[in-house]
Antibody
Framework: QLQLQELGPGLVKPSETLSLTCNVSGVSVNNNVYYWGWVRQPPGQGLEWIAALYYSGNTYYSPSLKSRVTIAADTSKNQISLTLTSVTAADTAVYYC??????????WGPGTMVTVSS | QSALTQPASVSGSPGQSITISCSGTNSDIGSYNLVSWYQQHPGKAPKVIIYDVTKRPSGVSDRFSGSKSGNTASLTISGLQAEDEADYYCCSYAGSRVLYVFGTGTKVTVL
């Protein structure tokens, strides 16, 4: 049974780099059925798609975040990672890892709250 | 790419039917039959309830149904129940450059 669990630092200082990981269990991250994505939700606001990693290895990013974000897979740890550079208070949000199937966010992790503050 | 437009709130009495609209453009909803809907209870992760415009995942109540006309998608909840009180988000595939666009979200209140 596929399960996802995000891990993050909780608090990040402005201008620093945010690193998140998503532990994937129940399926290999390099399977050819699911692919992977990150979505975030600022407090009291809506959902925003950040990035996607296809099983082909192709990566896709939101145009508004493309210059600062990287998604990658670590097959040895069965994890998906997200790196966001030069963070500001506007990056404060709950960050969700999700599996994608047929262009649908099929299953979501519980999310991890990240606050950007000095 | 702008977010898809949804009404901020919709309410109804138990047993009634309500419909949530999701307005996009011919670059997203209008071009692809790849609209999904997500239900989010407070403090919880979203859960998919409709995908590919009209399909329901296994285990999702048939009280939830989806449709699309032109650049607008809709989610209908029939036989409204207290447990349906939540936030609902639409999402559309938007092509190889943007990939995914979410809606602004709708808070459903059961009166």
């Amino acid at each position: 049974q596929l399960q996802l669990q995000e891990l993050g630092p909780g608090l990040v200082k402005p201008s620093e780099t945010l690193s998140l990981t998503c532990n994937v269990s129940g399926v290999s991250v390099n399977n050819n059925v699911y692919y992977w994505g990150w979505v975030r939700q600022p407090p009291g606001q809506g959902l925003e798609w950040i990035a996607a990693l296809y099983y082909s290895g192709n990566t896709y990013y939101s145009p508004s975040l493309k210059s600062r974000v990287t998604i990658a897979a670590d097959t040895s740890k069965n994890q998906i990672s997200l790196t966001l550079t030069s963070v500001t208070a506007a990056d404060t949000a709950v960050y969700y890892c999700a599996s994608l199937r047929v262009r649908t966010f099929h299953l979501w992790g519980p999310g991890t709250m990240v606050t950007v503050s000095s | 790419q702008s977010a898809l437009t949804q009404p901020a709130s919709v309410s109804g009495s138990p047993g009634q039917s309500i419909t949530i609209s999701c307005s996009g453009t011919n670059s997203d909803i209008g071009s692809y039959n790849l609209v999904s809907w997500y239900q989010q209870h407070p403090g919880k992760a979203p859960k998919v309830i409709i995908y590919d415009v009209t399909k329901r995942p296994s285990g999702v109540s048939d009280r939830f149904s989806g449709s699309k006309s032109g650049n607008t998608a809709s989610l209908t909840i029939s036989g409204l129940q207290a447990e349906d009180e939540a936030d609902y988000y639409c999402c559309s595939y938007a092509g190889s450059r943007v990939l995914y666009v979410f809606g602004t979200g709708t808070k459903v209140t059961v009166l």
